[in-house]
């Protein structure tokens, strides 16, 4: 599901989505929030909630529509992935287990000094898992999972001005401030933002005034979730281009990890993964060959590849592909890997890596 919050007018725009499509779950969803009798909640007779503590704290009230909106667009309380989903990424893992999962399970131990970072950065290439990975903290800590990714600044849709039609002045911020509300009714939660530098860019000359003030909305409420040494509001940005962030808001995301493209090992765990269920026929010295032939692509790169490749067969049927049997289709071989390298290749130009390789080194966390 999509919805995209933007106006002509602000040019910037925000897509909201969530894999929690099927009703029944977000009606679920919507029971057991109301269901929580936290300071900051309190239901209506129709399971929508209300926030109370939040509005006080920003001083600004909020839109039902809109956090009625959050609630059934974005959050998907149980995001399916788990560790075992995600090829290699070990660091990552181990980093986000101690940042996140432990603190929602030990609250009492991970006070004062030991109180967890509102805020980390998952950057590298594209296709690397990065969203995967925030999927999982969100899954393994049972949070609730805010999915917000970045739309283009010039998309011209307009799906929330008719839900709201008091949103399209400072409707940025406006969707920032419930979200955040939201989010802290719902704790523990994970808020995931992805293509952050497209909202949370550095300030530049030509920034407009929306993208300035949904900005400084945003610090405000990272300062207060980070202030509460209740909250359990973790917020997650994802991009490609961590040089482009806002200082302000990379100050904000203390742990910065680093999401790299998949080493050899990895690579091998994805290749085997993707096959799974596949009819192939290659043996070990063939994996091998592939595995080192696939230096430089990303997990969707990889994705893509064995695609392609399983196609390779299919294309050789012909007319026959009408009344073949499956299982008379050929195996999969090490050639269709090669005939698919020279349509799918890495997506990632080696300066880009280079420049993310040097960025990790000045301002990563690992
Ligand atoms: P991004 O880093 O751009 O957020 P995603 O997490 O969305 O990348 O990954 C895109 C797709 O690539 C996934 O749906 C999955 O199929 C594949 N993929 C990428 N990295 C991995 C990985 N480490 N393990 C398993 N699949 C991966």
């Known amino acids: 599901a999509l919805t995209y919050l933007t106006s002509p007018r602000s040019q910037t725009g925000i897509v909201v989505s969530s894999s929690a499509s099927h009703p029944r779950k977000v009606a679920a969803q919507k029971v057991s929030v109301s269901s929580r009798t936290g300071p900051a909640l309190r239901s209506q007779g ?12 920003s001083g600004g009230g909020h839109d039902d529509k809109l956090v009625e909106m959050i609630n059934s667009v974005i959050v998907d309380r149980s995001p399916s992935v788990k560790w075992d989903d995600i090829a290699g990424l070990e660091m990552a893992k181990q980093a986000l287990t101690e940042m ?23 950057f590298g290439p594209p296709g690397t898992g990065k ?23 010039t998309s011209k849709w ?17 969707l920032v401030r419930t979200l955040f509300q939201v989010a ?34 945003f610090l405000v409420q990272f300062d207060g979730v980070a202030s509460n040494s209740s909250d359990l509001v ?13 200082d302000a808001v990379l100050r904000r995301l203390v742990k910065r990890i680093y999401i790299p493209l998949p080493d050899a090992n990895a690579r091998r765990v994805l290749l085997k993964h993707k096959l799974k269920g596949q009819a192939f026929s290659l043996p070990d010295r063939d994996v091998e060959r592939l595995v080192a032939e696939t230096d430089g692509y990303s997990g969707s790169d990889l994705q893509a590849l064995c695609e392609e490749a399983a196609m390779m067969p299919i294309r050789e049927l012909g007319a026959d592909i009408l009344t073949v049997q499956a299982n008379q289709v050929r195996r999969l071989r090490y050639g269709d890997f090669r005939k698919a390298m020279t349509v799918i290749k890495p997506s990632l130009q080696r300066s880009k890596w280079a420049e993310l390789e040097r960025w990790n080194r000045e301002f990563g966390s690992n």
Do not use: W, Y
């Open 234 to 246: 973790t917020v997650i940005g994802a991009t490609n281009k961590p040089q482009e962030l806002d």
């Open 131 to 153: 969203t995967l990975l925030a999927k999982a903290v969100a899954s393994e800590s049972e949070a609730t999972f805010f999915n917000v990714s970045a739309s283009s600044l």
């Open 184 to 217: 802290i009714t719902r704790q523990p939660s994970v808020i995931f933002i992805d293509e952050i530098d497209s909202i949370m860019s550095t300030r530049t000359e030509n920034e407009n005034e929306a993208s300035r003030r949904l900005k400084s909305e």
């Open 100 to 122: 996140v999962i432990l603190p929602t399970k030990r609250k009492d131990l991970f006070t004062g000094l030991r109180k967890p970072a509102t805020g980390l950065l998952l």
């Open 46 to 57: 129709n399971n929508a909630p209300t926030l109370q503590k939040p509005a006080q704290r």
């Open 158 to 174: 307009v799906c929330l001005v008719s839900l709201s039609p008091s949103l399209h002045v400072g409707e940025g911020e406006k």
